[in-house]
């Protein structure tokens, strides 16, 4: 019996499947829970906070806000949310989660003067269909520069990988550039990745050239996993992210039953 395809392709769906079709099983396909590590919820709470900052004007026009007003306001969503609950965090780990999470956002101060950013999107959602593929993609902040060019900001709350491993960090980059094509008819000038643990600024342009390398390997991943779901085959592929996957139990890998995975998981 074949396996459903997944509802749409993502910058995360496809970097899974990339790394690990197994692990894109599980996730995407069966949509398997994933235990949420502190580091996971820390970016989704820096981003949370950029994101009032950049929704108001009134804030962005006060770099100090972001700390002083931003932080505040967006603590009770992140302490009410699913995901930090499952951390059961104590008290002690709960004021170094919120200290963490201000080093970063202090970081980000160090890397772009608000003043001068002309936020005209953020927490974009974009869909479109490309050649029968349904994509999907959500760019953190979308800017306009002196010029009227389309600047894409994404934020990582991790450090900068090794420049060996810089180009394969594109490949969301180019996902977003091929979305603004398809919805907007254009390409950004400019991408850059901000990775706020090392205060570190990737830029990035998408060209034409690059963009039509980049549709054929969406093309062909597309395929894989349609190929994939048919056959119900989904390899796995060991690598340091295995110290970290919530399937490990059930990864034949490591001895276990990919089988007794939705039962355990889903009851
Ligand atoms: S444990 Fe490793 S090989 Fe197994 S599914 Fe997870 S990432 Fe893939």
Redesign the pocket.
């Known amino acids: 019996m074949a396996l459903p395809l997944p509802s749409t392709l993502t910058p995360t769906k496809m970097a899974a499947y990339t790394?690990?079709p197994?692990?894109f099983r599980?996730s995407a396909v069966e949509k398997l829970p994933q235990m949420p590590s502190v580091a996971m919820v820390k970016g989704s709470f820096v981003h949370l906070v950029l994101e009032k900052f950049y929704s108001n004007n009134e804030f962005s026009d006060e770099p100090s806000t972001l700390l002083r007003e931003c932080m505040p306001l967006a603590k009770p969503e992140i302490i009410e949310n699913s995901e930090f609950l499952s951390l059961k965090l104590n008290e002690s780990e709960v004021e170094d989660f919120f200290r963490g999470s201000e080093v970063l956002l202090q970081n980000y101060l160090c890397m772009e003067d608000p003043a001068k950013v002309k936020a005209i999107g953020v927490e974009l959602q974009l869909e479109n269909d490309f050649e029968g593929i349904p994509l999907r993609g959500i760019i953190d902040r979308l800017d306009e520069d002196q010029d009227g060019e389309i600047v894409i900001i994404d934020y990582k709350t991790g450090k900068a990988p090794p420049s060996a491993y810089v180009e394969s960090r594109l490949n969301g980059v180019k996902f977003y550039g091929l979305l603004l094509e398809l919805n907007l008819g254009r390409l950004p000038k400019r991408i850059s990745l901000l990775y706020l643990g090392d205060k570190v600024t990737v830029d990035s342009s998408v060209t034409n050239q690059s963009l039509n390398a980049f549709k054929a390997k969406v093309k062909a991943i597309w395929k894989a996993i349609e190929r994939a779901c048919d056959t119900e085959d989904f390899r796995?592929?060991?690598?340091r992210?295995?110290n970290w996957?919530s399937?490990?139990e059930f990864?034949p890998?490591?001895g276990g039953d990919p089988e007794k995975a939705r039962l355990a998981l889903l009851g």
């Open positions: 790394d690990c197994l692990q599980f796995p592929v060991t690598s992210r295995c996957c399937y490990q990864c890998a490591f």
